[in-house]
């Protein structure tokens, strides 16, 4: 193995294996706490809650584990033009998306409430928690917010979809980095150029990070089997992040119905989509991502999440699965563990730890 640096006691984990943060749901506190119990670093997406919210989810993971837990947030958890959205533009949007919400016979939404960052106030709560990690993604936290991590022993990691990404993070005194490969599930978290101008796979940002950054790089998209996270250690990984996979575990936040999608043929294909929430993310393909995949225009981050949030719970309710998107890393087609403790079994026995 050609890791620079074991993580594990970085973290004061057992393994170098992070749970992926989920947003929108899937992240669920019996996840992390059963990922950490595990021996590894269970992460919860909180980006979407409000501060009260967060200081409930850390207190339920405290009550499940006593190891150390990741709490991630979105830097840029907005889109500049959220806060002014006006009615002609929403008009213009939803026509596109009208014929489908026909189809569900429910009413076409309103326009949704302009939005604004969360972010600060979020990291107010979070530092008074102190979680053992803080990671982040879509951008880096100031100086001041960094510096108050270091005095309170946070060990905190960045996203990095580029090299010149990478080594902002690192300038700033970041601790841990994740090469975030398109091959990953969810959202693209790019920061400097646009996602679209960001699309490097995992095996060369890693190969590319471990060379040029003295930080701990820990390889993310595509990664469910020891087999992926030996090629990436070989690379120069320190440790991998795994997202797909423990998604699918019956701990996580997904439904039955996202599940059954997971394990079906349908994980076979993956694409990148704005359609659902406005910012490019990679899921399992559905028929409104297919159609719409070249539409000239959505709302920003996060309205159109929300716009199309009556659309989607509809569609699930009627049983159309095929209508939509589900969020899951390019490798879905090999998740094969229903469980954290298969999963791990698994992937402990052939890395012989």
């Known amino acids: 193995m050609n890791r620079k640096k074991d993580i594990a006691p970085v973290l004061k984990i057992q393994y170098p294996l992070l749970q ?72 213009h949007v939803a026509a596109s998306f009208k014929p489908y919400f026909d189809e569900l016979n429910i009413p076409l939404p309103s326009k949704p409430q302009n939005a604004a960052s969360k972010f600060e106030k979020q990291v107010e709560v979070l530092l008074s928690l102190q979680p053992a990690v803080f990671s982040f993604v879509f951008g880096i936290p100031s100086r001041e917010i960094l510096n108050e991590c270091r005095k309170r022993q946070i060990t905190t990691i960045g996203a990095a979809t580029t ?65 992926s996270i030996k090629a990436a250690f070989k690379l120069g990984a320190s440790g991998v992040q795994i997202g797909t996979a423990f998604l699918a575990c019956e701990e996580s936040g997904a439904s039955n119905e996202y599940r059954e999608v997971l394990f079906s043929d349908r994980a076979k294909y993956t694409s990148l989509t704005n359609v659902f929430t406005g910012r490019l993310a990679r899921g399992i393909s559905g028929r409104i991502g297919n159609d719409l995949r070249d539409v000239a225009e959505v709302l920003p981050f996060p309205l159109q999440s929300v716009f199309l949030s009556p659309l989607r719970k509809a569609a699930i309710e009627q049983g159309r699965m095929e209508m939509l998107t589900f969020w899951a890393g390019q490798n879905a087609l090999s998740v094969k563990h229903k469980t954290v403790q298969l999963l791990f079994k698994s992937i402990i026995e052939d890395m012989q730890w």
């Open 20 to 91: 992926g943060p989920f947003g929108g749901g899937l992240s669920s506190s019996r996840l992390v706490a059963a990922v950490s119990n595990a021996g590894g670093l269970g992460g919860y997406g909180a980006y979407q809650l409000e501060p009260l919210q967060i200081k409930q989810v850390v207190k339920e993971i405290r009550a499940l584990t006593n190891k150390p837990f990741n709490i991630n947030l979105w830097v840029n958890d907005a889109d500049a033009n959220a806060s002014d959205l006006n009615d002609v533009e929403f008009e």
């Open 163 to 227: 090299l010149d990404e990478a080594m902002a993070l690192e300038d700033a005194g970041v601790d841990l980095i994740v090469a975030s490969g398109f091959e990953a599930g969810g959202h693209r978290p790019s920061f400097i150029q646009t996602p679209e101008l960001s699309l490097h796979g995992t095996f060369t940002l890693v190969h590319q990070l471990s060379s040029k950054v003295k930080a701990p790089v820990i390889a993310a998209g595509g990664i469910v089997d020891a087999r």
